[in-house]
């Protein structure tokens, strides 16, 4: 079992910026893949981006160029950096983490974009 704990989501401005956080405990070893997802009000949950233990990265087109994943595996944390956030960005967060066929998740958090 893998446990997922996010972190940092909030209220920002058009423009600004929020970095969330992920981090992993339990069977941490078996992971391979990690990734964001997002769900916004009446729409369906969405990837994001993913990035390998080897560091091998998949953004959505909406969040190429304004957001970075990034990944310490000695500390089994994923990061989320959001730049240039948009109001359309706005939405529950879910931190993601594959290991084998196993699919585990984490409770999400918030991000508001609004002036």
């Known amino acids: 079992q893998v446990q997922l704990v996010e972190s940092g989501g909030g209220l920002v401005q058009p423009g600004g910026s929020l970095r969330l956080s992920c981090a992993a405990s339990?069977?941490?070893?078996?992971?391979?893949?990690m990734g964001w997802y997002r769900q916004a009000p009446n729409k369906e949950r969405e990837l994001v981006a993913a990035?390998?233990?080897?560091?091998?990265?998949n953004y959505a087109d909406s969040v190429k160029g304004r957001f970075t994943i990034s990944r310490d595996n000695a500390q089994n944390t994923v990061y989320l950096q959001m730049d240039s956030l948009k109001p359309e960005d706005t939405a529950v967060y879910y931190c993601?983490?594959?290991?084998?066929?196993?699919?585990?998740w984490g409770k999400g958090t918030l991000v508001t974009v609004s002036s």
């Open positions: 993601n983490a594959r290991s084998g066929l196993s699919n585990y």
């Open positions: 339990g069977s941490v070893f078996s992971i391979n893949t």
């Open positions: 990035i390998t233990s080897g560091g091998s990265t």
